[in-house]
């Protein structure tokens, strides 16, 4: 062999800074011995759907036979949810997989990938990994700059990534707001705006319905939704996409066969009918909020007002420095200099006793810093 493999991958694949996942609760409590907290991924700190959990248990004795392929009732359920056609609906391996789909197919040497600076590293990701041009955008106040990114459009631009609301910031945009971009967009370029809701369902006093309803008639938009988060089934990697039905047509010409799996789809499925769980979700995080927030403020320590079930903490130090002594003291947290914070940590919003967890090892931690 004349040359090395490694020398056959592309330039733009191996500049690519991989993405980070939060360290396993498990390798954490083996590593160091200890019990230990996850305030890392943004996970729902109630569990999974208890109507979900029950389809799992009826659907797993099935998982010997493929899936259904194209998830045909939980794509109509979806759509009746929604009030869209089903050909608008599609399902993904958690909302991760439309967001890679959407680059490789508009994307090509040469085209623009537009996103933010400080926002989900997936959509960098998606957008070099397709060999595309990235282009990103600083944030105005943790926030998304959307008359800036309009800006930004060229006749070179095929996909604009952004997310509402964003994380790690926990900030967000009106429907007005987006409505009045969307405009720009659309008369300046026919790029596809893909808009990642993913913490849509913890968003108070704002309409993410209307999203939706534009979605499944503006033939450049595709919304994103999952069941990650406040539904519970991180683990089981399920999500959809609403948008323009000949665009998800070619998507699915390159998405994993059966990308989701059998017991994936019963999960989700129910997990739609189960009202009562989604309401004890988003009530335990506006009460974590709140307890994080006012301990956090009579701690001196400042975090961004957040719509999520996370809080984006800056602690004016380095941030590898806080999330290494916290873990040493069984609480994980995510650093979030990688993401263009480096001084700042992302805490996911848990349970009561997950919180107090947390704050008081931060009180202890920062007492230690200020000692030395």
Known sequence: MTKSLIDRVPEFIRQIDPYTPGKPVEEVERELNIRAVKLASNENPLGPSPMAMEAVRKYVADSN??????GHYLREKLARRHGVPMENVFLGEGSSELIDLAARILLKPGEEGLTSEGTFPLYRISIRA???????????DYAYDLEALAKAVTPRTRVIY?????NPTGTMFSPKEFEAFFRLVSEACDALVVLDEAYCDYVKNEDCAASMKLASTAPNLLVLRTFSKVYGLAGMRVGYGVGPADLLLEMNKLRTPFNTSNVAQAAAFAALDDVEHV????ESNRAGMKQMTSRLAEMGVKCVASHTNFLLVELARDSKEIADALLQRGVIVRPMAWMGFPTAIRVTIGTKVENAKFLEALGRVIADKRGK
């Open 162 to 166: 952004i997310a509402n609301p964003n």
């Open 65 to 70: 036979r493929y899936p259904d392929g194209g």
């Open 130 to 140: 397709a060999g595309g041009t990235l282009v990103r955008v600083p944030l105005r």
């Open 279 to 282: 309401r004890r979700s988003v």
